[in-house]
């Protein structure tokens, strides 16, 4: 990003850890927008779907109009990072919806929600993410998804010790069931920030 104007990245603002992410961002030198209208999608380099309740984001994004502008701009490319209920939100297929749930999809992946239980039953893990260096990543698991079926153009960056796939990747997203940000760990959004990088090229 040398010799360049910093990209500018927005977070879903509606609901879920949207400070968390946007410290990190702005660590990393990064612009950061909270968004909470389809008029701030505008002028985006990339976008962040924060951990939260998935159902209540579902319903906040089609009670303010802004579902189908906002499964536009994934469908259209802008590279997104989806955490925990972020990956819900870009995932095609949910297994334990509740009535009516609908996802943006554009992610070719089928999740199972709260798959480790209740808030609880939340617990921290050290996960290797593919394409990150150093010592794994200190995360918390909160009624955490798990990826149950992956499709074509995804790629499985991170499981657990049983298997469970706790991330993929596909050219323009990165969904992981864990929340990188409650760390402050930053390699995770480091990561995204390359895909920014390359849809900028």
Do not use: W, Y
Not at 4 to 30: K, W, Y
Not at 60 to 89: D, H
Not at 97 to 123: P, W, Y
């Amino acid at each position: 990003m040398a010799g360049s104007s910093p990209p500018t990245i927005g977070i879903l603002a509606l609901q879920g850890d949207v400070a968390e992410h946007e410290a990190l961002l702005r660590r990393l030198g990064v612009n950061t927008v909270q968004v909470r209208r389809t008029d701030q999608f505008e002028g985006l380099d990339g976008l962040v779907l924060p951990g939260g309740e998935s159902s209540v984001m579902d319903k906040l994004l089609r009670l303010f109009g802004m579902k189908e502008p906002l499964a536009a701009l994934v469908r259209g490319g802008v590279p997104v990072l989806g955490t925990c209920a972020g990956l819900i939100l870009l995932a095609d297929d949910i297994e334990g919806a509740i009535a009516g749930q609908e996802t943006l999809g554009g992610l070719d992946v089928r999740v199972k929600r709260n798959a480790f239980g209740s808030q609880v039953e939340s617990r921290e893990e050290s996960v290797v993410v593919r394409g990150i260096g150093g010592p794994p990543l200190d995360v918390a698991l909160i009624r955490a998804p798990i990826v149950t079926r992956v499709g074509e153009g995804v790629d499985v960056i991170a499981t657990l010790d049983g298997g469970e796939i706790v991330g993929v990747e596909n050219s323009t997203m990165i969904g992981v069931s864990f929340h990188p940000e409650v760390s402050g760990d930053d390699r995770l959004h480091s990561l995204f920030l390359q895909k920014v990088a390359e849809s900028q090229r």
